[in-house]
């Protein structure tokens, strides 16, 4: 089966198809997520939060990102996989990037990678996309900026804040980045600018009108607890029915319910017999007990439906 391409992502966006984007982190995840049709995933550096325990993207490193990269494109037969360049991966010049993304594609075999920052990017998309690498832009609320942006606040809400990220959506669109990225921006700025450019936008946080939207794994199925942010929507509370079945087990096995007899293997009686006079005198006939185990192995491969019997 054959990965969903980024002139894949474009024909969608042209045709009016919202695109539903979903983080993943490692195989099963990415199994389930691909097996739900979801058509890109993203290994998003969010990883530092709420896989790692950090309280910002900023500690995740490119090895972190290949590591969990890699168990996503395991799990993900059909998904566009797009891994995210973490913090200090790009921003020193585009000679930096471009070796730290060949390293996530060839060493993750990802579809693309995504990076921050519109203006202040765009050499660097350029460079990559000249190279061979398809870039996601992303703007608005970059999480690897939020020392400077002060917090985790909605981006672009000044007149002057908004006229800049309209151009920071050109540039990125100029040097070639295949889709953007809208987080934490106000709805109608988030339609301004997916009316204006003609890649894909994808909105955490940008309301209704992007060509489609993205969510973190942890926020969609209550797994995260330590901040739920305001644009996302639990769709279910795993994260009650993991504890729920992690209490039932703790009690099955404090009060001996678990395992029965069915959870548990047997081995036969006069094998067990044998074991068990072997044990109490060491001086018992090694030879008798050999001719016995094989008499017992001569008489499993005879039984109907073993292996080479009829
Ligand atoms: O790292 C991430 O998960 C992201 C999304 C929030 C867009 O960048």
Not at 19 to 41: E, F, H
């Amino acid at each position: 089966m054959s990965r969903v391409t980024v002139t894949q992502l474009q024909q969608m966006r042209d045709r009016g198809e919202r695109i539903a984007m979903l983080t993943a982190y490692d195989y099963p995840t990415a199994k389930l997520a691909d097996g739900a049709g979801i058509p890109i995933l993203l290994v998003g550096d969010t990883l530092g939060m709420v896989v790692l325990g950090y309280n910002s993207t900023v500690p995740v490193t490119v090895d972190d990102m290949i590591h969990h990269g890699r168990t996503v494109v395991r799990g993900a037969q059909r998904a566009h996989v797009v891994v995210d360049m973490p913090f200090g991966s790009y921003q020193s010049g585009w000679q930096d990037a471009l070796r730290n993304a060949v390293r996530i594609m060839q060493e993750t075999g990802c579809s693309s990678v995504k990076l921050e920052g519109g203006q202040r990017s765009a050499e660097t998309v350029a460079r990559l996309v000249e190279a061979g690498v398809p870039v996601m832009g992303h703007i608005g609320l970059t999480p690897q900026s939020v020392n400077v942006l002060g917090g985790f606040k909605v981006q672009g809400k000044t007149p002057r804040e908004a006229v800049h990220l309209i151009e920071d959506a050109k540039a990125l669109e100029a040097a070639g980045a295949y889709a953007i990225v809208l987080e934490t921006v106000p709805t109608a700025l988030a339609h301004m600018i997916t009316q204006r450019v003609k890649v894909p936008t994808i909105g955490i946080g940008a309301g209704p009108f992007c060509s489609g939207q993205v969510q973190v794994w942890h926020d969609l199925l209550g797994l995260y607890d330590a901040f739920t942010p305001k644009h996302a929507r639990r769709f279910a509370e795993v994260g009650a029915v993991i504890r729920g079945a992690v209490e039932a087990y703790r009690a099955e096995v404090e009060s001996g319910v678990f395992p029965t007899k069915k959870e548990s293997f047997y081995m036969d009686d006069r094998a067990l017999e044998l074991i068990k006079r072997m044990t109490a005198s060491p001086a018992e006939d090694m030879s008798q007990a050999e001719r016995v185990l094989a008499e017992l192995a001569e008489e499993a491969a005879s039984r109907p439906g073993a292996p080479g019997t009829a």
